[in-house]
């Protein structure tokens, strides 16, 4: 099984590239995870939903078909850690890849929120996107280590 996870942003700051790497190369063998991020749309005097449109475009053409969608939203399903392990659980039997898209500045078009397969949050807090890369993929590592009995979560 593949975790990807689809940012919206090219450019973060040398520390978060760090730490997301870091946690990146502790998954093992049987759970890859890729990151590609995704170019935003320059601002300018666009409307919002040229906006979201062209960025709808570039987050579909960076998931491949059959992969189940996930969206970080604010409206979505606030989870615990171990509610994500059994959710990363049932990921892995289903059998599906999985990509797990950041939105930008803006957020994601609402109607690409509305089919993804789910919708969960992070965090209640509104957070810097490189911290959301990093927050991410170290609670999908936390999630692995519940499910594989690692030391790295204890209750």
């Known amino acids: 099984m593949k975790l990807l996870i689809v940012a919206l942003g090219q450019r973060v700051p040398d520390w978060a590239q760090t730490a997301y790497d870091d946690y990146a190369k502790r998954f093992p063998p049987e759970l890859k995870v890729e990151l590609k991020a995704v170019k935003t749309e320059p601002r300018g005097s666009k409307t919002l939903e040229t906006l979201y449109a062209a960025e709808r475009e570039r987050i579909e053409a960076a998931i491949p078909r059959g992969t189940r ?43 690409f929120r509305q089919a993804a397969h789910e919708r969960i949050r992070l965090s209640d807090l509104t957070l810097p996107h490189a911290m959301v890369r990093v927050l991410l993929i170290e609670q999908l590592y936390r999630a692995w280590s519940v499910n594989a009995g690692h030391p790295y979560h204890r209750e």
């Open 69 to 111: 969608v996930v969206v970080l939203d604010e409206r979505g399903t606030s989870l615990t850690t171990k509610a994500l392990a059994q959710r990363l659980k049932d990921w892995q039997l289903g059998g599906d890849d999985v990509a797990l898209v950041i939105g930008g500045p803006d957020g994601l078009e609402p109607a």
